[in-house]
């Protein structure tokens, strides 16, 4: 069976063309999702894999139910065209740290497990983020300095005035983060696209809602015996309030990791993108872990 690959993009093409160029294997189809916002979308090539891109695209925005709702666009599209053994949700400034033939085998190996990346969450981020009505995140990080503004001092008040009055939501029920990016099986996305609707209503009015909703569903499932938590999934590393984008002086801390994937990476060193690339086809090309020299290019 193949495997599907589901990626959200909304910006770094020349990351995602190259990212794109690093999965295109006959093994694999893939889907994309580009933001609503986007005004025209890129021309991508593919040689060896099937390519689809959702028509009925999102406006997503950060920490926002939007984006579960374009990771549902990404499930349904692949779950109705076809079956696959895995499913992998990447963002669009995604690459591989391994060849296809690598994350092929490690995934014949485990058995039609949930693959989730652990993502730890105290009882304060959990109390504020899931059991609290989070109004005004639409416009969180809207670019409009004044928009943005108004929006962060309004959804204070907000969740100050619900812990005046001790309002909290879904109280009764046990909720588990992990991060959004994620590799599921055929009944894993299956036991997701029947709850879809659900899933909706409970998380729209949570914050980053994206980190919660699959760990919790699956572990509140039929499933949950199937759930495997890989800090080997993603190399990445959050700075303050967003990813930390990789660069070449990172090259050999990315390989070093022996992480399937590593987020996030952008056109302002693609040199990084080039080795990291480079490796991969070494690796492909005579079965060894090669070592991998980062220098950067002048």
């Not at 193949?2 to 063309?17: R, S, T």
């Not at 692949?78 to 990447?90: D, F, P, S, V």
């Not at 998380?203 to 569903?217: K, M, P």
Request: hydrophobic share 40%; aromatic share 12%.
């Amino acid at each position: 069976m193949k495997h599907a690959y589901l990626i959200i993009a909304h910006n770094e093409f020349e990351v995602l063309k190259k990212l794109l160029q690093a999965i295109d294997d006959p093994r694999n189809d893939i889907f994309i999702h580009f933001d609503k916002k986007v005004k025209q979308i890129p021309a991508v090539e593919i040689q060896h894999s099937e390519l689809f891109i959702i028509e009925n695209r999102i406006d997503v925005r950060w920490g926002h139910v939007s984006q579960i709702e374009a990771e549902y666009a990404l499930f349904g599209a692949a779950y109705r065209e076809g079956h696959y053994r895995y499913y992998h949700l990447i963002s669009g400034t995604h690459l591989p740290l391994q060849s296809q033939d690598k994350i092929h085998d490690f995934y014949n190996n485990q058995n039609n497990q949930q693959v989730l990346m652990p993502l730890f969450a105290d009882a304060y981020q959990t109390d504020l983020k899931i059991h609290r009505y989070n109004f005004f995140v639409k416009h969180y990080r809207h670019p409009n300095t004044f928009i943005c503004r108004c929006a962060q001092l309004c959804w204070r008040i907000a969740i100050k005035i619900q812990r005046i009055l001790h309002i909290r939501r879904n109280k009764n029920e046990r909720f588990k983060s992990s991060a959004n990016w994620v590799s599921l099986t055929e009944s894993g996305v299956a036991w997701m696209c029947s709850k879809k609707q659900a899933v909706l209503k409970k998380y729209r009015f949570t914050l980053c809602g994206d980190e919660w909703f699959v760990a919790s569903e699956l572990e509140n499932s039929v499933l949950k015996s199937d759930v495997l938590y890989y800090d080997r999934l993603l190399k990445h590393s959050i700075e303050r309030y967003s990813a930390k984008t990789w660069h070449i002086e990172d090259c050999e801390e990315l390989i070093l990791s022996g992480c399937l994937f590593a987020r996030k990476f952008g056109r302002e060193d693609m040199a990084v993108v080039d080795r990291v690339l480079d490796k991969i086809q070494i690796g492909k090309n005579d079965g060894t872990d090669s070592s991998l020299h980062c220098v950067r290019s002048e």
